[in-house]
T-cell receptor, first 115, second 114 residues
Framework: GAGVSQTPSNKVTEKGKYVELRCDPI?????LYWYRQSLGQGPEFLIY????????DSGLPNDRFFAVRPEGSVSTLKIQRTERGDSAVYLC?????????????FGPGTRLTVT | AQTVTQSQPEMSVQEAETVTLSCTYD???????LFWYKQPPSRQMILVIR??????QNATENRFSVNFQKAAKSFSLKISDSQLGDAAMYFC???????????FGKGTLLTVNP
């Protein structure tokens, strides 16, 4: 079946602009996660959705970052007033929930470059 | 807070040989899961192997196996009969308790020499 998809693959934006990153999870997966991966680092957790609601948003770095999942499937990560430090690969993952194995399946990521 | 440490930024192995990647973690949870993910240059994170903390038996998936030492909080990955396609970044990850997020180490870059 189809895996997790993310669009766009690459996004270049100017400092101060607004961007939206999209994630389509695996069909039937009710849990969805966003991570940010800076160059040379492991992914860092941003937010976790169970269905339509954000179950844990403790990783969002500040109020410029916001994510939604209105129908419990597709999710959009929104970044306002982008800064050069926001440049990174943004990874989305999904998993069956409840899951006794906690396996997360990742998309290919969106590389965001803020100039 | 849970932490995951990978002390080997880079490793190399000859094709067909065996290599072991190290990982240690810190947690106060008794129920948790450990994972190794592979990330090739395509950026796609691929699950290699999973270990449940309550299982004493080490997980094995074909050429990949782990050495899980719960008391030492150590979780190493052994790759046997290394292939050129194994070259990638390898990340150790932890998920525990009621927190479903993954906490990753900084990764180990594996090079496979022909």
């Amino acid at each position: 079946g189809a895996g997790v998809s993310q669009t766009p693959s690459n996004k270049v934006t100017e400092k101060g602009k607004y961007v939206e990153l999209r994630c389509d999870p695996i069909s039937g997966h009710t849990a969805l996660y966003w991570y940010r991966q800076s160059l040379g680092q492991g992914p860092e957790f941003l937010i976790y959705f169970q269905g339509t609601g954000a179950a844990d948003d403790s990783g969002l770095p500040n109020d410029r970052f916001f994510a939604v999942r209105p129908e419990g499937s597709v999710s959009t990560l929104k970044i306002q007033r982008t800064e050069r430090g926001d440049s990174a690969v943004y990874l989305c993952a999904s998993s069956l929930s409840p899951s006794s194995y906690r396996e997360q399946y990742f998309g290919p990521g969106t590389r965001l470059t803020v100039t | 807070a849970q932490t995951v440490t990978q002390s080997q930024p880079e490793m190399s192995v000859q094709e067909a040989e065996t290599v072991t990647l190290s990982c240690t973690y810190d947690t106060s949870e008794s129920d948790y899961y450990l994972f190794w993910y592979k990330q090739p240059p395509s950026r796609q994170m691929i699950l290699v192997i999973r270990q449940e903390a309550y299982k004493q038996q080490n997980a094995t998936e074909n050429r990949f196996s782990v050495n899980f030492q719960k008391a030492a909080k150590s979780f190493s990955l052994k790759i046997s009969d290394s292939q050129l396609g194994d070259a990638a970044m390898y990340f150790c990850a932890y998920s525990g308790g009621s927190n479903y997020k993954l906490t990753f180490g900084k990764g180990t870059l594996l090079t496979v020499n022909p």
